[in-house]
């Protein structure tokens, strides 16, 4: 019988991105990045991979199907935020002519593929009192908001070597139960959320239900979340009661009711 130690590095590991789907993944995106900059040859600095897939913390495809790559787009030479839409319209002229898809995929700046969607963000560096500073693409406002994506990669990759790497199975683990639970949370906030409660001090299973035991705080702030809280209420008690008294059988099939398995 399989221990609640090795179910969990199990779960955690066949639910990221398996290796057939990786390799798609990355001949896609270095596809994408040579054709930008070939076509914007003059124009743009770099492609920088970052989000999930690039922290390695994404969920395979079979199940986020919402799955998006995250492609940021440096342009080079922009020492102002004027001439958003010309960037704009000039991506989408760019995927229009390489890439057969729906006109609403396209103006959103994503680019479909079989594994999800790559999501093209320009960006452009605007000096402020001398002071280089990064903004990025605000779609919804068609406008730059100054944001470094690259410091949260950063953040999360530096949790995850201070919690002896138990950060980045668990926020799959927690990204797996949001998925199928209704998505209260977002990507970034539910990664956030567990990495300013990771230790290094607790085994695998230990840490997740100590983080588990605080994701109620979360969900009540969500009316429609009623039936996912009273579960981990009732469950996670129960899950770290039998935990520590290293009862493998029941703490098993607790954390079954929680995280199911992937077939």
Same mark, same amino acid.
Request: aromatic share 12%; with cysteine; glycine share 2%.
């Given at each position: 019988?399989? &221990?609640?130690?090795?179910? @969990?590095?199990?779960?955690?590991? $066949?639910? *990221?991105?398996?290796? @057939?789907?990786?390799?798609? @993944? /990355?001949?896609?995106?270095?596809?994408?990045?040579?054709?930008?900059?070939?076509?914007? /040859? +003059?124009?743009?600095?770099?492609?920088?991979?970052?989000?999930?897939?690039?922290?390695?913390?994404? @969920?395979?495809?079979?199940?986020?199907?919402?799955?998006?790559?995250?492609?940021?787009?440096?342009? !080079?030479?922009?020492?102002?935020?004027?001439?958003? +839409?010309?960037?704009?319209?000039?991506?989408?002229?760019?995927? $229009?002519?390489?890439?057969?898809?729906?006109?609403?995929?396209?103006?959103?700046? !994503?680019?479909?593929?079989?594994?999800?969607?790559?999501?093209?963000?320009? *960006?452009?560096?605007?000096?402020?009192?001398?002071?280089? #500073?990064?903004?990025?693409?605000?779609?919804?406002?068609? $406008?730059?908001?100054? #944001?470094?994506? %690259?410091?949260?990669?950063?953040?999360? +990759?530096?949790?995850? /070597?201070?919690?002896?790497?138990?950060?980045?199975?668990?926020?799959? =683990?927690?990204?797996?139960?949001?998925?199928?639970?209704?998505?209260?949370? &977002?990507?970034?906030?539910?990664?956030?959320? *567990?990495?300013?409660?990771?230790?290094?001090?607790?085994? =695998?299973?230990?840490?997740?239900?100590?983080? %588990? /035991?605080?994701?109620?705080?979360?969900? #009540?702030? +969500?009316?429609?979340?009623?039936?996912?809280?009273?579960?981990?209420?009732?469950? &996670?008690?129960?899950?770290?009661?039998?935990?520590?008294?290293?009862?493998?059988?029941?703490? %098993?099939?607790?954390?079954?009711?929680?995280?199911?398995?992937?077939?």
């Amino acid at each position: 019988m399989s &221990t609640l130690q090795q179910y @969990i590095k199990d779960l955690a590991y $066949s639910i *990221a991105p398996q290796p @057939i789907e990786r390799a798609s @993944i /990355e001949s896609f995106l270095s596809v994408v990045e040579e054709k930008l900059l070939n076509s914007f /040859e +003059n124009e743009l600095e770099q492609c920088i991979s970052i989000g999930a897939y690039a922290r390695e913390t994404a @969920i395979r495809y079979t199940i986020d199907k919402e799955s998006d790559f995250d492609l940021l787009l440096l342009f !080079k030479n922009e020492n102002d935020l004027e001439g958003f +839409n010309l960037k704009k319209e000039a991506i989408i002229k760019f995927i $229009s002519k390489n890439y057969t898809q729906s006109e609403e995929v396209t103006k959103d700046l !994503k680019v479909q593929m079989k594994f999800g969607k790559v999501d093209l963000i320009p *960006a452009v560096v605007s000096f402020q009192n001398d002071i280089p #500073k990064l903004f990025i693409a605000n779609k919804n406002k068609s $406008s730059w908001v100054q #944001k470094n994506p %690259l410091t949260f990669d950063e953040f999360i +990759n530096k949790k995850n /070597e201070e919690s002896s790497f138990t950060l980045k199975p668990i926020i799959r =683990l927690l990204k797996y139960w949001n998925i199928s639970h209704g998505r209260y949370f &977002t990507t970034e906030s539910l990664e956030e959320f *567990a990495a300013n409660r990771i230790s290094s001090v607790h085994s =695998l299973q230990a840490e997740i239900v100590h983080i %588990l /035991e605080q994701v109620p705080v979360l969900l #009540k702030e +969500n009316i429609k979340s009623i039936r996912v809280l009273q579960e981990l209420q009732e469950l &996670t008690p129960q899950l770290k009661q039998v935990v520590y008294k290293n009862d493998e059988y029941k703490s %098993l099939f607790i954390f079954k009711q929680l995280f199911p398995p992937v077939y």
